[in-house]
């Protein structure tokens, strides 16, 4: 089937400390593949995607990079701070010519300063 | 900026009623959508809309209805809510290809007595 897995959190950091988040996810074709993030009290919003295998989606930091092999896209980042605490969620498009989006079930990350 | 609001926050209702949920999007995107929220399971996709009184059937359609009846509205209504029904509902509005980014509205946070 089509799905999308993401380690369970809570992620509980230091400052600066280095953050993976792994995400795999199964599919009968090449998907586009994303993370979104989630704010204290806010809608998500789109931290970085890829559309093609190789592919490195990049943003604040964050990185991505969609590998055709392991079926995974790992977000990482090399220092985090404290306002980087958020849910961070993976997802993958249907395929086709729809963006409709299937989702991991998030990671909560909190940085403690 | 790209904006999208939904009409409530906070919502509480009594079994049996009828709610609606309000969507509004100022981006004139195509794509619209209606997914609900929860702990553990992450995002789950309602409904979806590709235009003007065109929708689709998400994941979980049983027990709501949608209406789109204007490009930048999109509603989505609960015949008789349960209390199954409490929940986190997020709207998001895109353009229509493959890879656009879903821009989602702050969430309206529903509970059902």
């Known amino acids: 089937g089509n799905s999308v897995t993401q380690m369970e959190g809570p992620v509980t950091l230091s400052e600066e400390a280095f953050l993976t988040i792994n995400c795999t996810y199964t599919a009968t074709g090449y998907p586009s593949l994303f993370w979104y993030v989630q704010y204290p009290g806010e809608g998500l919003q789109l931290l970085l995607k890829?559309?093609?295998?190789?592919d490195k989606g990049s943003n604040k930091g964050f990185e991505a990079t969609y590998r055709k092999e392991t079926t995974s896209f790992h977000l990482e980042k090399g220092s985090v701070q404290v306002s980087d605490s958020a849910v961070y969620f993976c997802a993958r498009n249907y395929g086709g010519a729809t963006n409709k989006l299937i989702f991991g079930t998030g990671t909560l990350l909190a940085v403690q300063p | 900026d790209v904006k999208v609001t939904q009409s409530s926050r906070y919502l509480v209702k009594r079994t049996g009623e009828k709610v609606f949920l309000e969507c509004v999007q100022d981006?004139?995107?195509?794509?619209m959508f209606w997914y609900r929220q929860d702990p553990g399971l992450g995002l789950r996709l309602i409904y979806f809309s590709y235009d003007v009184k065109m929708k689709e059937k998400g994941d979980i359609p049983e027990g709501y209805s949608v209406s789109r009846e204007k490009k930048e509205r999109f509603s989505l209504i609960l015949e008789s809510a349960s209390t199954n029904q409490t929940s986190m509902y997020l709207c998001a509005s895109s353009l229509p290809l493959s890879t656009d980014t879903q821009y989602f509205g702050p969430g309206t946070r529903l509970t059902v007595l």
């Open positions: 890829a559309t093609k295998a190789d």
């Open positions: 981006m004139d995107h195509e794509n």
